[in-house]
């Protein structure tokens, strides 16, 4: 299994911006993003159930976020609106439970840039 993100880019305050994680081989996972920030811890952003049934955000997302997945083309997107400059970060997309923590998730992808200008 293989992740790979995209649609990270430089954007400024109030934009929007839809990432794509594009899962190569089987996917029947709940999948999940995460942000990193320079010099800060990775946090867990939303995760979604394999079906697309369930949905879990973090507090700071605020529904400024949407996770969605199209199961046929094996691709889970995280439509970003609002945006701020404390969204700026790394997404990274990642397999695994449906969970908040880190841990929970086995296969990573390498993630994507995103920067809000003020």
């Known amino acids: 299994v293989q992740l790979q993100a995209s649609g990270g880019g430089l954007v400024h305050t109030g934009d929007s911006r839809r990432l794509s994680c594009v899962c190569s081989?089987?996917?029947?996972?709940?999948m999940a993003w995460f942000r990193q920030a320079p010099g800060k811890e990775r946090e867990f952003v939303a995760a979604?159930?394999?079906?697309?049934?369930?949905?879990d955000y973090a507090d700071f997302v605020e529904d400024r976020f949407t996770i969605s997945r199209d199961n046929a083309k094996n691709t889970m997107y995280l439509q970003m609106d609002n945006l701020k400059p404390a969204d700026t970060a790394v997404y990274y997309c990642?397999?695994?439970?449906?969970?908040?923590?880190?841990?929970?998730?086995?296969?990573w992808g390498p993630g994507t840039q995103v920067t809000v200008s003020s």
């Open positions: 979604i159930k394999r079906s697309g049934s369930a949905t």
């Open positions: 081989g089987y996917n029947n996972y709940n």
């Open positions: 990642a397999i695994g439970g449906f969970s908040r923590w880190s841990f929970d998730y086995t296969y």
